[in-house]
């Protein structure tokens, strides 16, 4: 009997094992890899314009929707989103411009709050542009991770975040090349290189400072958030440095991710190879765009002078351990030392710790040990992978970021 059920449940295992391996030797395939992680193919908004933001929940002309040309000659589509308080105060002219894609955004009423106000704020959005992970989700499901600035919980996300302040924070949300009506092809230095023309608009054609700019990502935003700012701070000859750089269910780096990434929660990428970690190092040897975060991070940190660094994670993410915020705050406070690294438990002994109750703590790297940068992780208990974004104490968290 024992024998006859061994048999029955022998062949099954055999038949899953070749399963994931072939799938995992799939995605060895740098078009099929790329595919995966991103996404981008997926549209989960083909029955709505994207030039048309109202249809996503906004106020008629809230939004202003326009393309950016990159430097290496993309198209980018972007929404300027204004402050509901400021939309109010100026709905009467508002509603009187055309609506739909505007083709000189100079010449809008939106853009010209913005520039006009001296004293708001503007967050670059960077995006969640997918389930990001060396995974087979596109073989699965797609969990309307598909990016667009209008898809799934963006719009919310874009309502919310200017909520600490519903007068002063403007948000220009991207839609990466090869998303949403972008043009091109994803990649990591397109994807950073996205971002930078993002903020040199603002700075170069909108005059707006870097000081009232910050960038805001979430999921492999926060890597692309982290890559843009790094770039920017390490430009040889004209450094930028942001007001404030802000991660949202971030992740250290892609390699990092793979070994304890789960589909949908509980399904294990390479974690069930963690057994033979040959077979692990082997298949992320084939991963190409690495993202990895926590080294950009430190290289932002020390090219710096007074970096407004956040980091913040829900507890209950089960897409993207809360782990992963400690490694990026450990990075961070290590990057502010002149001698050399402290260990996990020695930045965790000397942090300052504030408990929330029932919405989150927050861990601040002391600011005698800081070299004049402000480095914080915030853990909230609750919102999940996506819905942490729209939560109240997240508006609160960035609107302290931008000195509101």
């Known amino acids: 009997m024992a024998r006859d059920l061994f048999k029955k449940a022998y062949w099954p295992l055999v038949a899953l094992g070749a399963f994931y391996f072939a799938v995992l030797g799939l995605l060895m395939v740098p078009w099929i890899q790329n595919n995966a992680i ?24 809230q939004v202003a929707p326009f393309f950016l040309k990159t430097p290496d000659g993309e198209d980018i589509f ?16 508002l509603v009187k411009q055309n609506t739909g894609l505007i083709t000189s955004p100079l010449q809008s009423e939106n853009i010209k709050l913005l520039i006009a106000d001296p004293e708001a704020r503007l ?71 996205d971002g930078i023309t993002a903020v040199n608009w603002a700075v170069n054609t909108l005059g707006i400072s870097p ?19 790094e770039k920017l701070a390490t430009h040889p000859t004209s450094p930028v440095e942001l007001s404030a750089v802000v991660t949202i269910a971030g992740f250290s780096n892609m390699k990092e991710l793979i070994l ?9 990428v390479l974690s069930p190879l963690r057994p033979y970690p040959f077979l692990q190092g082997f298949f992320a040897k084939f991963i190409i765009d690495t993202w990895e975060s926590d080294k950009r991070l430190a290289s932002l940190i020390k090219s710096s002078k007074k970096l407004n660094f956040i980091v913040l994670h829900a507890y209950n993410d089960f897409d993207i ?19 050399g690294e402290l260990t996990w438990l020695e930045i965790m002994g000397l942090r300052e710790k504030t408990e929330f109750g029932e919405e989150s703590y927050q861990n601040k790297w002391p600011t005698a040990r800081s070299n004049g940068h402000s480095i914080e992780q915030w853990v909230v208990r609750w ?16 609107a302290k970021a931008l000195g509101l």
């Open 123 to 193: 967050i670059i959005h960077c995006m969640r542009s997918a389930q990001i992970a060396f995974t087979y989700h596109m073989l699965i499901y797609t969990r309307q991770n598909a990016g667009t600035v209008g898809a799934s919980w963006r719009p919310t996300y874009l309502r919310s975040l200017s909520a600490g302040d519903p007068s002063k924070i403007h948000i220009i949300a991207l839609d990466y090349r090869g998303f949403g009506l972008s043009s091109g092809t994803p990649s990591e230095q397109g994807l950073i290189t």
């Open 383 to 398: 919102g999940g992978h996506n819905q942490v974004v729209a939560s109240a104490g997240t508006s609160v968290i960035v």
């Open 38 to 61: 991103y996404m981008h193919r997926m549209k989960v908004t083909w029955r709505q314009d994207l030039t048309k933001p109202e249809e996503f929940g906004f106020a008629k002309n």
């Open 211 to 229: 000081s009232r700019i910050a960038v805001v990502g979430q999921s492999l935003g926060t890597a692309v958030a982290i890559g843009t700012a």
């Open 78 to 93: 972007v929404w300027h989103v204004l402050p509901l308080g400021l939309y109010k105060e100026h709905r009467e002219s």
């Open 321 to 339: 351990p809360w782990q992963h915020s400690d490694r990026l705050f450990v990075t961070a406070a290590n990057a502010t030392q002149s001698g």
């Open 260 to 268: 304890t990434y789960n589909i949908f929660g509980w399904l294990p």
